[in-house]
């Protein structure tokens, strides 16, 4: 294995993104490509360590940029300040994600028939609304994201299997929003789970995460079952990539 990174501008509108491909450069097939979805800190070490464990895996990962020019904010005011207006204005962060899943798809290590997505905090909204969008995904796995549907989009059918993993005491998505969420995949008839995590609050997977005022803490048996159900949910869809019936 020779896991090799390299970034990806790609264009939305004249905003210029710029994502970071990892893949394993011993492989000259195309492979499934699993995008990542970065929380509020933007394109982070946290965001592009996931595409790198995507590669080790046998996928291609695809850390996008969704706040463009590769930005990673320090402050919480910063980062407010530049996840705020995608997430108030649901129209236009979609046309954003769209541009990094295609400028993805075009990519001479994707298999463009077989992508997933997982997402992060505000990544895992970014995810969400993916599969809302009825993009070509396989799969799309949220962690401690935000839950709330757009308001005024089309509606599209949900083409991914949809996997939520959450803390039951996350104070930013609270359980009478999963009940919200999971009425709202059920009644589009999505495939979807959820799978809830008693005494676990936000950012459960991030390992720096540590501010029990705010609701924000780690939790290593959390993240590992989490990343146990994702790797399963990949495992099953991405099964039968590379036979005659793919």
């Not at 994201?145 to 930013?172: N, R, Y």
């Amino acid at each position: 294995m020779n896991i090799k990174t390299r970034p990806v501008e790609y264009k939305d509108g004249d905003t210029t993104c710029i994502g970071l491909l990892a893949w394993d450069d011993n492989r000259a097939d195309p492979l499934p490509c699993v995008l990542v979805n970065h929380a509020w800190g933007g394109l982070d070490e946290f965001a592009k360590d996931k595409a790198v464990q995507m590669a080790a895996l046998g996928y291609v990962g695809f850390a996008l940029d969704n706040y463009g020019d590769g930005v990673a904010p320090e402050t919480a005011e910063e980062k407010q300040a530049l996840m705020t207006p995608l997430k108030d204005d649901r129209a236009t962060l979609l046309k954003r994600l769209k541009a990094g899943y295609k400028a993805a798809a075009k990519l001479d290590e994707v298999d463009e028939t077989h992508m997933a997505a997982i997402g992060y905090c505000f990544g895992g909204l970014c995810t969400l609304d993916m599969a809302r969008a009825g993009l070509d995904l396989h799969a799309a796995v949220s962690f401690h994201g935000l839950l709330d549907a757009p308001e005024g989009l089309p509606k599209k059918k949900c083409k991914a299997s949809v996997l939520v993993c959450h803390g039951w005491d996350d104070p930013m998505a609270t359980p009478d929003v999963l009940k919200a969420f999971g009425e709202e995949m059920a009644t589009k008839k999505c495939d979807w789970q959820l799978h809830a995590y008693g005494n676990v609050v936000h950012s459960f997977t991030n390992p720096a995460a540590d501010d029990k005022k705010s609701g924000t803490v780690y939790n290593a048996k959390a993240d590992q079952r989490s990343t146990n159900a994702m790797l399963d949910l990949l495992s099953e869809k991405f099964a039968l990539h590379g036979t005659d019936v793919a």
